[in-house]
């Protein structure tokens, strides 16, 4: 299953589904706080258009290449070659991007609430398990780089010290590049945490604007920016 922001506000429908399909998840990055990045189902992100993100493409693209593809998002271009099954709000958006055999019109929460009952639980359960075996690997090499004994120490520390200290309901914003890099990977969604960013290639210092709209529009929730020298120079000026 393919998850974007589409699925934000269906986490329990999309994890109800996946367990019925016996479904790895990857979300985009608009779509990271759909659900928890640690759940058993997750294998993290994925974003075609970012260089920066695009080291463990073949790890991801193995996952949606395995069966049918469930996507809650505007599919990315450099999918192919999948039968595909896209929910979206916007009929004019269904399969724009990559031929989609049966797409359904409609909210994410509503259509999977609907298509839930219709579907038979998968026992087989051994593309699931191979691909929880990749995604413990992975987690592995983070786990390195955030460790304070890595020497030199790498910044991938500090993400991890914020994803520590945050509180279970926080908002985090990031910019384009490294720092996003960093965030995406970095800062665990779990209980009912926020993630925002651009979603576009290479904007420039949306990072502190979106923290500090986060703060008006929730004032009792920690907002966090994460930015780079660019991006908060580019914001203040």
């Known amino acids: 299953m393919l998850v974007g922001a589409g699925a934000l506000h269906a986490r329990d429908d999309v994890l109800r589904v996946a367990d019925l399909l016996a479904s790895p998840i990857i979300k985009t990055l608009p779509g990271k706080a759909a659900v928890p990045d640690r759940h058993p189902f997750v294998l993290g992100g994925i974003d075609c258009l970012v260089p920066l993100l695009r080291r463990r493409d073949g790890e991801l693209r193995h996952a949606l290449h395995g069966g049918y593809q469930l996507s809650l998002y505007q599919a990315s271009p450099g999918i192919r070659q999948m039968q595909g099954v896209q929910i979206e709000a916007d009929p004019t958006r269904a399969g724009n991007r990559i031929a989609t055999d049966v797409p359904l019109v409609g909210d994410a929460k509503e259509t999977l609430a609907a298509l839930a009952p219709m579907l038979e639980s998968k026992s087989d359960h051994g593309f699931l398990n191979e691909a929880q075996a990749n995604m ?84 009792n929730r920690q907002c966090i920016a994460f930015v780079g020298d660019g991006g908060l120079a580019d914001a203040d000026g």
Do not use: C
């Open 136 to 219: 413990k690997d992975w987690r592995e090499k983070m786990d390195a780089l955030e460790s304070i004994e890595h020497d030199p120490i790498q910044p991938q520390h500090l993400m991890k010290v914020i994803d520590r200290l945050a509180d279970g309901d926080a908002i985090l914003s990031s910019d384009s590049g490294t720092n996003r890099d960093w965030a995406a990977r970095h800062f665990d969604i779990r209980d009912d945490r926020a993630f925002y960013l651009s979603g576009n290639l290479a904007s420039m210092a949306p990072g502190l604007p979106y923290a500090i709209a986060s703060q008006v529009a929730f004032p």
